[in-house]
């Protein structure tokens, strides 16, 4: 019913950015939260960040101050800005659209991301 669609993802020296984006396809209700999650190799799927319908964000506390999450309502998409990037953030990332209403996720198939050096 709901599909969401990755991409941005790609490889990056240490320091740079990169903008990863999500659209959400199908049907989507106004309420809802949108997340970003990331699992390296041999790793738990971890918390990024995330952003309610409203605006209000989380994130992670290893990212708080380099990675910005927003989203465009209109578009139903969520992006996620990193600057300052650093080997650690290495993963596979996975956008989520959540209904808290009637506990309902929905994931994305990933996007690669690796900081080199």
């Known amino acids: 019913q709901v599909q969401l669609v990755e991409s941005g993802g790609g490889l990056v020296q240490a320091g740079g950015s990169l903008r990863l984006s999500c659209a959400a396809s199908g049907t989507i209700f106004s309420l809802n939260t949108m997340c970003w999650y990331r699992q390296a190799p041999g790793k738990q799927r971890e918390f990024v960040a995330e952003i309610i319908s409203g605006g209000s964000t989380n994130y992670a506390d290893s990212v708080k101050d380099r990675f910005t999450i927003s989203r465009d309502n209109a578009k139903n998409t969520v992006y996620l800005q990193m600057n300052s990037l650093k080997p650690e953030d290495t993963a596979v990332y996975y956008c989520?659209?959540?209904?808290?209403?009637?506990?309902?996720?929905?994931w994305g198939q990933g996007t690669q991301v690796t900081v080199s050096s």
């Open positions: 989520k659209l959540y209904y808290g209403w009637r506990d309902t996720s929905y």
